[in-house]
């Protein structure tokens, strides 16, 4: 089982609308990263959290640490938000490793217009 | 715009060739990292760099090595290409522990036939 559990899947939504990607995660963490990985392969860091909301343009990133949840937000869609998702978790045990995330297999978002 | 780059984007080659798939980065950082990426999946850490000399593997086995000679360029190899190593390989580049910044590559997309 992955520590780090996204949902939905897959995402359809239509150009406006929005938008909540979730992501759960089974461990302590010292901070989790949203990330846009687009059609090509490309990856774009969009958030680091440890507590608390972000907020850049249209998108919302919040943690809930007793949860061990977070989510992703994107108000007002556009087709140019259509991309892969990715929350990974830096992991508060990793000593020695500390650099090493652990990541969850994303949210494929896709805004029809 | 992320100043970090790998080439190739794409490599289709024959079994056993011996690959090189370089990064660059011009932003001067101490840490360098290497993902593995097969479709649909999430990323796994293959490699890892805390600075010149400094190389660590990360929690996926993989048959590749890495060098850093320099501080802006971390290669990675393959002595012998296989098809189980056709996937998606990403570099990325951070400034502060704990991945308080990274910044991602666009990725080399591996067909070995």
């Known amino acids: 089982k992955n520590e780090v559990e996204q949902s939905p899947q897959n995402l359809t939504a239509q150009e406006g609308e929005f938008i909540t990607i979730n992501c759960s995660y089974s461990v302590g963490i010292s901070a989790l990263h949203w990330l846009q990985q687009h059609p090509g392969g490309g990856i774009v860091s969009l958030f680091m959290l440890s507590s608390g909301k972000k907020k850049h343009g249209r998108l919302i990133a919040t943690i809930n640490i007793q949860e061990k949840h977070s989510s992703l937000h994107i108000t007002a869609s556009h087709p140019r938000d259509s991309a892969v998702y990715i929350c990974a978790v830096l992991l508060a045990y990793s000593g020695a490793g500390s650099y090493q995330l652990t990541f969850g297999k994303g949210t494929k978002l896709s805004v029809i217009p | 715009e992320a100043d970090i780059y790998q080439t190739p984007r794409y490599l289709v080659i024959g079994t056993g060739k011996k690959i090189t798939l370089e990064c660059s980065q011009t932003m001067g950082h101490d840490k360098m990292y290497w993902y593995q990426q097969d479709p649909g999946m999430e990323l796994h850490l293959i490699h890892y760099?805390?600075?010149?000399?400094?190389?660590e593997k990360g929690d996926l086995s993989s048959e590749s090595t890495v060098s850093r000679i320099r501080t802006e360029h971390f290669p990675l190899t393959l002595e012998s290409a296989r098809p189980s190593h056709t996937s998606q390989y990403l570099c990325?580049?951070?400034?502060?522990?704990?991945?308080?910044?990274?910044?991602f590559g666009q990725g080399t997309r591996l067909t070995v036939v």
């Open positions: 760099s805390y600075g010149v000399n400094s190389t």
């Open positions: 990325a580049s951070s400034e502060y522990t704990g991945f308080a910044e990274a910044f």
